[in-house]
């Protein structure tokens, strides 16, 4: 990569950024398609963040990625919404269009090209979601956008299941949404009708690898893909379960690199090389 006075910034801002895998995976598709941009990733704070967002309208970088905590509170800095961001209620990538800046969320489109791409079908499917924050509502949002039959969101914290249904059935009456609380037999009851079961709750994920949303892999079957939002580990106890059960199962890389290659499509108008991205910058997805 060869930076110059043309370079065009992209950046992360969020908090912790310095093991996000964002970075690598853009400067790498930047690098194998020639394209004269940069990718960097700033710890920003809750307080900074206004005057980072400020800042790379100033510099004129071409946009930039949120993440935690950054996702719910960068709307009111932007010019314009998409649509599906705007009923999501996040924005996870900001496109700046000659000094406009344009909020798009692509975590939803990204879990469900995954889905696409390993040939788990879409349209009509049964979804059952244990977890209900804001990784999950983008990604319920969009399903019901391409077509689920019905989800079913269960949560720890009912209210924040409630509000994703609640706006599922509003914007999305074609999709049969419904909440509960998450605990006791509740989750096991409603896998014995899915297709698709995915864990959007940080439980398994590194340092708690020991833990998972599901105590009884009674519920498991062949036939239900099993998909897990983490990527650290790369398996991790649920995941391990549903390969026993004979599941398909797949962790959160996957999401991650077609976010990116969406966000990376609306910054550049290029198509991330995503075969290429995956085999040398994620060689075990
Ligand atoms: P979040 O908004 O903080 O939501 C966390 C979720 O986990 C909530 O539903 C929360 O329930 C639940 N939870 C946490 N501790 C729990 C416990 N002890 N028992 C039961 N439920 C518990 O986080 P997020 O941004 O949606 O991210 C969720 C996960 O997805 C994380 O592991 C994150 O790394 C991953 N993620 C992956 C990608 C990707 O590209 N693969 C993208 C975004 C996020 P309550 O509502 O009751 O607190």
């Given at each position: 990569?060869?930076?110059?006075?043309?370079?065009?910034?992209?950046?992360?801002?969020?908090?912790?950024?310095?093991?996000?895998?964002?970075?690598?995976?853009?400067?790498?598709?930047?690098?194998?398609?020639?394209?004269?941009?940069?990718?960097?990733?700033?710890?920003?704070?809750?307080?900074?963040?206004?005057?980072?967002?400020?800042?790379?309208?100033?510099?004129?970088?071409?946009?930039?990625?949120?993440?935690?905590p950054?996702?719910?509170?960068?709307?009111?800095?932007?010019?314009?919404?998409?649509?599906?961001?705007?009923?999501?209620?996040?924005?996870n990538?900001?496109?700046?269009?000659?000094?406009?800046?344009?909020?798009?969320?692509?975590?939803?489109?990204?879990?469900?090209r995954?889905?696409?791409?390993?040939?788990?079908?879409?349209?009509g499917?049964?979804?059952?979601?244990?977890?209900?924050?804001?990784?999950?509502?983008?990604?319920?949002?969009?399903?019901?956008?391409?077509?689920?039959?019905e989800?079913?969101?269960?949560?720890?914290?009912?209210?924040?299941?409630?509000?994703?249904?609640?706006?599922?059935?509003?914007?999305?009456?074609g999709?049969?949404?419904?909440?509960?609380?998450?605990?006791g037999?509740?989750?096991?009851?409603?896998?014995?009708?899915?297709?698709?079961?995915?864990?959007?709750?940080?439980?398994?994920?590194?340092?708690?690898?020991?833990?998972?949303?599901?105590?009884?892999?009674?519920?498991?079957?062949?036939g239900?893909?099993?998909?897990?939002?983490?990527?650290?580990?790369?398996?991790?106890?649920?995941?391990?379960?549903?390969?026993?059960?004979?599941?398909?199962?797949?962790?959160?890389?996957?999401?991650?690199?077609?976010?990116?290659a969406?966000?990376?499509?609306?910054?550049?108008?290029?198509?991330?090389?995503?075969?290429?991205?995956?085999?040398?910058?994620?060689?075990?997805?």
């Amino acid at each position: 990569m060869k930076i110059g006075g043309k370079t065009r910034l992209l950046a992360l801002l969020g908090s912790p950024v310095s093991h996000s895998l964002s970075p690598g995976m853009h400067n790498a598709a930047f690098s194998f398609l020639g394209l004269d941009y940069v990718y960097l990733a700033f710890e920003t704070s809750e307080d900074g963040l206004e005057r980072a967002v400020e800042g790379l309208r100033a510099f004129g970088a071409r946009g930039f990625n949120l993440t935690m905590p950054h996702k719910e509170a960068v709307l009111p800095l932007l010019d314009e919404i998409s649509p599906e961001a705007r009923m999501i209620g996040s924005v996870n990538t900001v496109s700046n269009e000659d000094g406009r800046l344009v909020g798009y969320n692509t975590d939803g489109i990204g879990f469900v090209r995954d889905l696409r791409e390993r040939g788990v079908p879409v349209k009509g499917a049964r979804v059952v979601m244990a977890g209900a924050g804001g990784a999950a509502r983008s990604v319920a949002v969009q399903l019901a956008l391409d077509g689920v039959s019905e989800i079913v969101l269960l949560n720890r914290t009912l209210e924040k299941a409630r509000s994703i249904t609640e706006a599922i059935r509003k914007h999305i009456p074609g999709c049969e949404a419904r909440a509960e609380e998450l605990g006791g037999e509740r989750l096991g009851r409603s896998l014995a009708r899915a297709d698709i079961f995915i864990n959007s709750t940080t439980l398994g994920m590194h340092p708690d690898e020991d833990r998972s949303v599901l105590s009884d892999p009674g519920a498991l079957r062949p036939g239900l893909a099993v998909a897990d939002f983490i990527y650290n580990p790369r398996k991790t106890k649920l995941l391990a379960m549903a390969e026993r059960a004979g599941c398909r199962a797949f962790n959160g890389l996957g999401m991650l690199l077609y976010q990116g290659a969406e966000a990376f499509r609306i910054w550049t108008g290029r198509e991330m090389p995503v075969d290429r991205v995956r085999r040398e910058v994620f060689p075990d997805l």
